[in-house]
């Protein structure tokens, strides 16, 4: 069964940085397009960020400009470089293989 992972959460001032890891197993990693969402507290969960198993990314506007999806095939892992967070960035971040959830991390971005 396939599993994924995330971590690098936490709690941070209004215009820091985070990066969030999400390490996949169980499945062939590298043939599978990737995604991040989040679901801030009673909201719908929000597509954030998607990263084919090659080339080309694609963002929601909500980030776009502040976050960066990336992978390395080798380690089974993307990550969500976020800049310029804001209190609007609070939620619970997941990864999404398509088929696949993680259990979520929690940023909440406050003064």
């Known amino acids: 069964q396939g599993q994924l992972m995330e971590s690098g959460g936490g709690f941070v001032r209004p215009g820091a940085s985070l990066r969030l890891s999400c390490l996949a197993s169980?499945?062939?990693?590298?043939?599978?397009?990737m995604y991040w969402y989040r679901q801030a507290p009673g909201k719908e969960r929000e597509w954030l960020a998607t990263?084919?198993?090659?080339?080309?990314?694609n963002y929601a506007d909500s980030v776009k400009g502040r976050f960066t999806i990336s992978r390395d095939n080798a380690k089974n892992t993307i990550y969500l470089q976020m800049n310029s967070l804001k209190p609007e960035d609070t939620a619970v971040y997941y990864c999404?293989?398509?088929?696949?959830w993680g259990q979520g991390t929690q940023v909440t971005v406050s003064s």
């Open positions: 169980g499945f062939q990693f590298n043939l599978y397009t």
């Open positions: 999404h293989s398509g088929h696949h």
């Open positions: 990263i084919p198993p090659t080339l080309g990314t």
